[in-house]
């Protein structure tokens, strides 16, 4: 059984999906398999994808008829043998020592969160870089105030976090579905530790979303619900809820003026 599973979903990516499995064939932590889940692509991923099946037995594809990455990400943890999950969007790439500092500090905890380069360099990651361990509690404000990202990615989670609830998702919510499954994850998730080193090469494309307000609330409703299922006293639960609704009109102040003045 591999110690990490990394799960990368394949859509579409030809030009730069050689240089992201490069990265992981370059790692300086052996133990890992690599689950390739293709995702309907029509270019020639799946062909980049065999070849590094060929190249390497710690190389798997799964392949599916299109259905967004949330899926293939879900397809990837189910087939996943590893006792930890990492996820590596498939246009991004890992430093050759990610996995090793990850897992140098990761005897107490249940999730390890590196620091992310953007590239082109010109855009800087705004979220904290520091050694650190969190709480449960902790570790949701910090996500909640938006100190700690709340993408999928440069980090290693634990298998056992991942149940049928973390996954839940209406699929009408199209923006914001991994920091809805981060807070799901703390279910029953003990501590987390973020290290102040990069291990993750983050390829910045500017992506614009329509931010209808009944789909804003809905989606505020789904983390809301998120929040109330945790296994966290009920003072706890009042406090978060709350900061779930304040962040999020915060965070999305400019939809609701444009719609309501």
């Known amino acids: 059984m591999p110690k990490v599973s990394i799960v990368v979903p394949v859509y579409n990516v030809e030009q730069y999906l050689d240089e ?3 990265s992981i064939l370059l790692q300086d932590f052996a133990d ?8 309907g692509s029509t270019d020639n991923s799946k062909e980049i994808c065999e070849n590094y099946v060929k190249m390497d ?30 996820f ?5 790439a890992l430093t050759s020592d990610a996995l090793s500092l990850l897992f140098k500090v990761s005897d107490d905890c249940d999730i390890v969160i590196g620091h992310t380069k953007l590239c082109p360099a010109a855009y800087v990651w705004p979220f904290i870089a520091e050694n650190a361990k969190y709480s449960r509690f902790a570790y949701l404000k910090q996500l909640m105030t938006n100190k700690i990202h709340g993408g999928p990615c ?11 609830f973390v996954y839940e998702i209406p699929t009408t919510v199209v923006l914001g579905e991994d920091y809805i499954m981060n807070i799901r994850l703390c279910q029953d998730l003990k501590a987390v ?6 291990i993750y090469n983050y390829r910045y494309v500017e992506h614009f979303y329509k931010r209808d307000v009944s789909s804003l609330f809905q989606r505020m409703v789904v983390e809301i619900k998120s929040v109330k299922i945790l296994n966290l006293s009920f003072s706890y639960r009042l406090y978060l809820t709350g900061l779930t609704i304040f962040t999020f009109l915060l965070r999305n102040l400019k939809s609701f003026k444009k719609r309501f003045f």
């Open 20 to 22: 992201c499995l490069k």
């Open 32 to 39: 890992f398999e690599c689950i390739l889940v293709n995702d």
């Open 57 to 86: 037995s710690r190389f798997v594809v799964l392949n599916q008829i299109n259905s967004g990455v949330t899926k293939a990400r879900l397809n990837g943890v189910i087939a996943a043998k590893g006792e930890w999950i990492m």
């Open 88 to 92: 590596l969007d498939s246009d991004d």
């Open 154 to 164: 440069a980090r290693i989670i634990k298998k056992e976090l991942f149940n049928n």
């Open 193 to 198: 530790r973020t290290i102040d080193r990069e």
